[in-house]
């Protein structure tokens, strides 16, 4: 009997398992073999008996969980195909965090892509998300519905340096997710012709420092010098976002209270968190890339794995196009989960 995709990939309370190749994809539960597309939180969890996955995300996980987060580990090249038990897999670029990517499995001519999270959106800090033709494309929703539409990231930026040139007796305290978020925000402030240092919480460091030691151009970060909080005015801060309702962000400068993240759309979610600045930047696709990579990818079928599911099924169903959703439970935004327990304590 022909192989289907379903014979490729099923679901389990685990996660997304490959019988056939014997491992899970992401899972949120300990298993004996697990690829991770990414160092988030929710997809990357420590416990494992043996992690496959690119080079740069096993150094955050090490970064996050401490050395001994899996019994064995083994770093993949991008784009390279190997066998594991019956089925090829090999990862392509997500776009999404340094080291991101796609995994593709491969088995009787049947091509499934897990693309993880994912975005299409300008980002210095790592490379950028890479098509591959399938005929099962499992993807996210987390922005899944027409009203998500990004702005530039480069016209958000522009809104806080404009803030900054506007009050300069002020210090602008930034929330922004310790892995990913923070380090292209400095990128981006860098490549808007920004040039003086960037301060940051110490939760940032580690992964700032990670990033910067893989070749990414930061420009001038330092940490916030201790007690010297109320020397800041005029000065950008970079704060993981549970910072920001401690007593920490209200001790600088009269500070301005920005928030980077594609929920900013949402007024909202903006006024719950006292945010004066909301940035929308996101490091997920929106509705529009989101469509487009579907129509792209040029799939039979598309698995929903969480997010605005039944919305984007809708969309693919009316477009011809068979999907369904998989209602995966542990994966969220770490936009929401907040930081890693390595860094809770930082
Ligand atoms: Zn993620
Ligand atoms: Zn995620």
Redesign the pocket.
């Known amino acids: 009997m022909p192989l289907t995709c379903t014979d490729i990939l099923a679901q389990t309370p685990q996660g997304l398992y490959c019988a056939l190749g014997d491992f899970h994809i992401d899972p949120i539960r300990p298993v004996p073999r697990a690829l991770i597309t990414?160092g988030?939180s929710?997809?990357a969890r420590a416990g494992h008996g043996s992690v496959l996955a690119t080079r740069e995300t096993l150094r955050i996980m090490a970064a996050r969980y401490g050395e001994e987060f899996a019994a064995t580990t083994q770093a993949v090249r991008l784009r390279e195909a190997m066998r594991i038990g019956e089925v090829s897999i090999r990862f392509a670029p997500a776009g999404?965090?340094l080291g991101?990517a796609q995994v593709v499995v491969e088995a009787g001519g049947c091509r499934v892509v897990i693309s993880?999270?994912y975005k299409r959106a300008e980002d210095p800090t790592c490379l950028p998300f890479e098509l591959v033709p399938c005929d099962v494309f499992i993807t996210e929703a987390t922005f899944g519905l027409p009203v998500f539409r990004h702005p530039d990231v480069r016209a958000e930026v522009r809104k806080l340096l404009d803030s900054v040139a506007l009050f300069p007796e002020r210090t602008h305290v930034v929330g922004a997710y310790a892995l990913?978020k923070a380090q292209r925000l400095m990128a981006l402030i860098r490549a808007e012709g920004y040039h003086e240092p960037i301060y940051i919480h110490g939760a940032l460091e580690r992964l700032t420092e990670l990033y910067r030691s893989e070749g990414i151009d930061l420009g001038d970060i330092r940490k916030v010098p201790l007690g010297k909080r109320e020397t800041l005015p005029g000065s950008i801060v970079l704060c993981p976002p549970s910072a920001m309702q401690e007593v920490w962000s209200r001790r600088f400068a009269d500070p301005v209270t920005a928030f980077a993240s594609g929920w900013m759309r949402v007024r909202a979610r903006a006024r719950q968190r006292g945010v004066e600045l909301p940035l929308v930047v996101s490091?997920?696709v929106d509705w529009e890339d989101l469509c487009t990579t579907i129509i792209e990818t040029g799939a039979g079928e598309v698995w929903v794995t969480h997010g605005q599911e039944d919305a984007l099924v809708h969309w693919c169903v009316t477009n011809g196009i068979p999907a369904k959703p998989l209602h995966m439970l542990g994966y969220g935004?770490?936009e929401e989960a907040g930081l890693a327990p390595a860094e809770s304590a930082a």
């Open positions: 990414h988030h929710d997809h999404h965090v991101s993880g999270d990913g490091d997920h935004d770490e």
